[in-house]
């Protein structure tokens, strides 16, 4: 398992484009901390964000974890370029011809995802930790550790997006195509999809037929957390308006994009098997 992982990370680290977009999407995921720096002193009117909340033990979990998974489309382009890769440079076939099975080569590729989402879920765990330490107005223990349920969404949310990467790489072999179809997806399940359904059921039970979709299930895993703080909920309720959004992360929720994750892996071993090379 080890030799495989090697194989994967040699190859990514010896191309100038991954190593890049692996830098830069920590170095964004970082730039989470400089939120805290942010003041606004106009007049009268002082206003710094780390005083309002934001960086408050458990919400931290759930703010940073929801920025965090909407940079994922870094890691998105390094998956399916390294797809494309292999076939453009034709490490694919070399590979087989050393002996390594098709199996193996799938393997390497799920163990390559399986450690940008752990590597991505410990570096958020760490900073937010510290971020929270920090600024946080709570720091009991029971309280720091509570709502880790929303890094354990993070991580099983990007398996799932990395896992449907690794298929549209394997299935279109171009990386631009790939994305492009990845892009189209979305469109047709906001869009295309969304809209039959809502023709065929109405749309008071159309959300229980889309969450089990791809990519709706993997966003439903972290709601937005921004009417979640304080200060909205306060500016909701001057207006006499009551807000009862559920932000909890649910077991089904978790199981369906497993699921979806063991099915596109699945179906890039099996397009992998068939296909000649």
């Given amino acids: 398992m080890f030799r495989l992982l090697q194989i994967e990370f040699i190859k990514l680290w010896n191309n100038t484009a991954s190593k890049l977009l692996i830098i830069s999407y920590f170095a964004l995921i970082l730039c989470m901390a400089l939120i805290a ?31 965090a998974s909407g940079l ?16 453009s440079h034709k490490t694919l076939k070399q590979n087989l011809i050393d002996g390594l099975s098709k199996k193996e080569f799938i393997a390497s590729k799920f163990l390559t995802v399986f450690s940008f989402s752990l590597v991505s879920t410990l570096f958020v765990f760490l900073l937010s930790l510290v971020l929270g330490l ?13 709502d880790l349920k929303y890094l354990l969404a993070y991580f099983v949310k990007l398996m799932g997006f990395f896992s449907f990467c690794l298929f549209l790489g394997i299935l279109v072999k171009r990386s631009a195509f790939a994305l492009g179809f990845l892009i189209l997806w979305f469109a047709m399940e906001n869009i295309a999809i969304r809209f039959l359904v809502w023709w065929l059921v109405g749309k008071g039970a159309s959300e229980n037929v889309m969450r089990f979709l791809p990519l709706e299930s993997m966003s439903n895993l972290i709601k937005e957390p921004i009417s979640r703080f304080k200060a909205v909920q306060s500016m909701v309720a001057q207006v006499g308006e009551v807000m009862n959004k559920d932000y909890a992360v649910h077991f089904y929720e978790l ?23």
């Avoid at 998105?76 to 076939?87: C, D, G, L, Q, T």
């Fill in 255 to 277: 199981l369906i994009v497993g699921s979806w994750t063991g099915i596109f892996i699945y179906l890039s071993y099996a397009l992998l098997k068939r296909r000649d090379l």
């Fill in 134 to 146: 920090c600024y946080s107005d709570f720091t009991e223990i029971s309280i720091i550790f509570s």
């Fill in 37 to 67: 720096a942010i003041k606004f002193d106009i007049g009268p009117i002082e206003f710094h964000v780390a005083d309002q909340g934001v960086f408050n033990f458990p919400y931290i979990w759930h703010l940073n974890t929801w920025i």
């Fill in 72 to 87: 994922k489309l870094f890691f998105a382009i390094i998956i399916v370029s390294m797809m494309a890769n292999e076939y």
